[in-house]
């Protein structure tokens, strides 16, 4: 099946600065990459998403990015603000209603 | 206008004894989920409903086992509790995928 790894499992940044978060996957297949973010005591929801004919997709100080060669993706945070901290989870699915996720990232952003 | 809810929020229990989660989404999404999220926060699926068919079924010790009333119901029922069963519990739904899953607030369930 699916392997998704994601890095860094933690990452601190001051506010307003970037935030790079990493995931690589192993099947070619897959073709769908939703992030999540996951506040505290929340459930996770979902912030971007981007399909296998798109490079890249933007949503105000949110971006995605993906390199199908190299079989992997990127979620772009700008000007990050106190409330952007949370955990961000990756995932991957070859279709239907299989999703496979990373680790997690735990985003502490430093006012 | 909560999405998706569950019920209850938390749990507390005794090893050995049998509890139910319930879940309910109003999004009229044909698909369902069960994920387990552990300690460390890492999130795995464990069944998927299209329309009250399982269609996933991880490997799930068959003490779990959920039950569809209906296409917006998905409730999670497990026998003989175990300490490793505690974890939180989250239920998602969408449409046919792969699309957005939208989660539930989860169920923090606590093992004695």
């Known amino acids: 099946g699916e392997n998704v790894e994601q890095h860094p499992s933690t990452l601190s940044v001051q506010e307003g600065d970037s935030a790079v978060i990493k995931c690589t996957y192993s099947?070619?297949?897959?073709?769908?990459f939703p992030w999540y973010k996951q506040e505290l005591g929340k459930g996770p929801q979902l912030i971007i998403d981007?399909?296998?004919?798109?490079g890249e997709k933007k949503d105000q100080r949110i971006a995605v990015t993906l390199n199908k060669t190299a079989k992997h993706f990127s979620l772009h945070i700008t000007e990050t603000q106190p409330e952007d901290s949370a955990v961000y989870f990756c995932?991957?699915?070859?279709?239907?209603?299989?999703?496979?996720f990373g680790t997690g990232t735990s985003l502490t952003v430093i006012p | 206008d909560t999405a998706v809810s569950q019920t209850p929020k938390y749990l507390v229990t005794q090893m050995g004894n049998d509890k139910s989660i319930k879940c309910e989404q109003n999004l009229g999404h044909d698909t369902m989920y069960w994920y387990k999220q552990d300690s460390k926060k890492f999130l795995k699926i464990m069944f998927s409903?299209?329309?009250?068919?399982?269609?996933i079924n991880e490997t799930v010790p068959n003490r779990f086992s959920p039950k569809s009333p209906d296409k917006a119901h998905l409730n999670l029922h497990i026998n003989s509790l175990e300490l490793g069963d505690s974890a939180v519990y989250f239920c998602?739904?969408?449409?046919?995928?792969?699309?957005?899953?939208?989660f539930g607030p989860g169920t923090r369930l606590l093992v004695l």
């Open positions: 981007i399909r296998s004919n798109v």
């Open positions: 998602a739904s969408s449409r046919r995928g792969p699309e957005t899953q939208y």
């Open positions: 099947d070619s297949a897959s073709n769908y």
């Open positions: 995932a991957a699915s070859i279709g239907g209603n299989q999703f496979y």
């Open positions: 409903y299209n329309n009250k068919e399982l269609i």
